[in-house]
């Protein structure tokens, strides 16, 4: 069964067509890439996928409830987890202050948010003393390592994720890749927008925007 769908999403922008008539379903435990031409409206269909953005017309359903009964705030925080292309981290905090923060903003109950963080920055494969740096001082491959635990600071069943391996070298990448799918092994949904062939290969469905 589908954990999201979308029914004919159709989205314009300034009066220009994006997005036209798009229908897709998501299952836990796997990995979707979606591709296309720049300009084909990817990144603006994982905005709309993560409640960011309102679609002109078209239904989603979470979870078989239509999100236009959902409370976004909370869906947002709590059942989505989004991974930008930028990372979008906090750059005068440390790793480890940026996935507790993420923690107290989803408002989830979390006994230990600080071991919980470290547990997570360990799973992605950064170190205690790595986890304590700040973001700037921080590699490009270690702080999309940083936004990815963010993203799992409050346990989502979805991750979206934009170009998550875009600015990376290729071993970096494999090893991106390589969290990812253990995260789809374990039940995530993974949603990937990307131009990568290697991560298209890698992932289970590939959704073409034209």
Do not use: H, P, W
């Given at each position: 069964m589908s954990i999201l769908k979308i029914e004919n999403i159709c989205f314009a922008y300034d009066k220009k067509q994006v997005l036209k008539n798009i229908s897709y379903e998501f299952e836990k435990g796997h990995i979707y890439s979606i591709v296309g031409k720049s300009g084909a409206g990817k990144t603006t269909l994982l905005s709309v996928l993560s409640g960011l953005a309102k679609p002109t017309s078209g239904e989603i359903y979470y979870d078989d409830k239509?999100?236009?009964?959902?409370?976004?705030?909370?869906?947002?925080?709590?059942?989505?987890?989004?991974?930008?292309?930028?990372?979008?981290?906090?750059?005068?905090?440390?790793?480890?202050?940026?996935?507790?923060?993420?923690?107290?903003?989803s408002s989830k109950k979390i006994k230990d948010k600080k071991k919980v963080a470290y547990e997570l920055l360990e799973r992605?494969?950064?170190?205690?003393?790595?986890?304590?740096?700040?973001?700037?001082?921080?590699?490009?491959?270690?702080?999309?390592?940083?936004?990815?635990?963010?993203?799992?600071?409050y346990d989502p069943e979805i991750i979206l994720a934009d170009e998550p391996t875009g600015n990376l070298d290729s071993e970096t990448q494999k090893e991106i890749l390589?969290?990812?799918?253990?995260?789809?092994?374990?039940?995530?949904?993974?949603?990937?927008?990307t131009h990568s062939d290697e991560v298209a290969r890698m992932s289970d469905y590939v959704y073409q925007l034209k």
């Open positions: 239509n999100m236009k009964d959902t409370n976004k705030y909370e869906y947002r925080s709590k059942y989505v987890g989004v991974v930008f292309q930028a990372y979008n981290l906090l750059t005068k905090l440390t790793a480890l202050e940026n996935v507790v923060l993420s923690m107290d903003i992605v494969g950064l170190s205690k003393e790595e986890s304590n740096r700040r973001v700037l001082k921080l590699s490009g491959g270690q702080q999309q390592r940083v936004a990815i635990a963010r993203a799992l600071s390589t969290i990812l799918r253990e995260l789809a092994n374990a039940g995530k949904c993974i949603i990937l927008v």
